[in-house]
């Protein structure tokens, strides 16, 4: 099993920024990509930035150059650093770890406020 526990979110003024955590515990070793996801209300969830423990790293476009996913190794941490917030990227925002299977967060809300 892999925990997953999201913390950084709340409320901003367009154009501010966010830094999202994600503290992975558990299975760790069995972890082969991880990533964050959002889902808005009345939408699908999306796929926000990825990465693969081989080092290859996807944004969707809506937020390159935007935001950055980044890790702490020593500390089982994962971060999404979200600049020059849009009302757009109002969501809830899901931690991801992809293992033998795929496990997910509680998640945490992002309000950008216009």
């Known amino acids: 099993q892999v925990q997953l526990v999201e913390s950084g979110g709340g409320l901003v003024q367009a154009g501010g920024s966010l830094r999202l955590s994600c503290a992975a515990s558990?299975?760790?070793?069995?972890?082969?990509?991880m990533g964050w996801y959002r889902q808005a209300p009345g939408k699908q969830r999306e796929l926000v930035a990825r990465?693969?423990?081989?080092?290859?790293?996807n944004y969707a476009d809506s937020v390159k150059g935007r935001f950055t996913v980044s890790r702490e190794n020593a500390k089982n941490m994962v971060y999404l650093q979200m600049n020059s917030l849009v009302p757009e990227d109002t969501a809830v925002y899901y931690c991801n770890a992809e293992s033998y299977r795929t496990f997910w967060g509680q998640g945490t809300q992002v309000t950008v406020s216009s």
């Open positions: 990465f693969t423990m081989s080092g290859y790293t």
């Open positions: 558990g299975s760790i070793f069995s972890i082969h990509a």
